[in-house]
């Protein structure tokens, strides 16, 4: 399965944008999505997570409440609604599968990765 992340770019703070990530195939078993970010000199954090059916989500709790995740399987495709964007919010913004259909925190629960997509958010 390959991931094409996109909706990225520069915005001021405050302003509002949105990440698709498009699967080239469906997997074949129900498989949770998420979003992770990686900011300069940092570690790949966890930023949301959506089970197969869209009924569960998890988000950072940095982001809880400005961010929304949500999926479309006809489509094959996840996205992520960023409102209220901040400076620590600039990263680049990679997409994954998962190996269960539950939610997760944990990268190692990931197995397809997208190439990422790069949010700036001025002050």
């Known amino acids: 399965v390959q991931l094409q992340a996109s909706g990225g770019g520069l915005v001021q703070a405050g302003a509002s944008l949105r990440l698709s990530c498009t699967a080239s195939?469906?997997?074949?078993?129900?498989?949770?999505m998420g979003w992770f970010r990686q900011a300069p000199g940092k570690e790949r954090e966890f930023v949301a997570s959506i089970s197969w059916r869209g009924g569960d989500t998890d988000y950072a709790d940095s982001v809880k409440g400005r961010f929304a995740i949500s999926r479309d399987n006809a489509k094959n495709t996840l996205y992520l609604q960023m409102n209220s964007l901040k400076p620590e919010d600039t990263a680049i913004y990679y997409c994954a599968v998962s190996l269960s259909s539950a939610t997760s925190r944990t990268r190692s629960s990931y197995r397809y990765w997208g190439q990422g997509t790069l949010v700036t958010v001025s002050s």
């Open positions: 195939r469906r997997t074949s078993s129900n498989n949770a």
